[in-house]
């Protein structure tokens, strides 16, 4: 930051690790929209509510770092039930 280089990157394991719940990430407004309630609207819609709670919550907390630049680790419980439905409900709300 210090010299005006762009952080980039992936998310670790361990950040996601770091969630249990959707409890852990708090709701937050991006142009006049609630990230989180919609994320979870759209979750419902598309019927991924077996997906991992921790794992969305993570999601939400680094796409409210990075919400022009998200790029999610999607491999870290299971790709294809949770990982992959996870990213879609945050990219879309987002």
């Given at each position: 930051m210090k010299l005006?280089?762009?952080?980039?990157?992936?998310m670790a394991h361990s950040f996601i690790t770091a969630f249990n719940s959707l409890e852990d990430v708090p709701e937050y407004q991006l142009n006049s929209v609630n990230?989180?309630?919609?994320?979870?609207?759209?979750?419902?819609?598309l019927k991924f509510t077996s997906t991992k709670d921790g794992e969305l919550a993570a999601?939400?907390?680094f796409a409210k770092g990075f919400?022009?630049?998200l790029s999610c680790?999607?491999?870290?419980?299971?790709?294809l039930k949770s990982g992959v439905p996870?990213?879609?409900c945050v990219a879309y709300a987002l």
């Open positions: 005006n280089i762009p952080v980039a990157g992936t990230i989180k309630q919609l994320t979870l609207a759209i979750r419902e819609k999601f939400l907390a919400p022009n630049k680790l999607v491999d870290t419980y299971d790709t996870n990213f879609i």
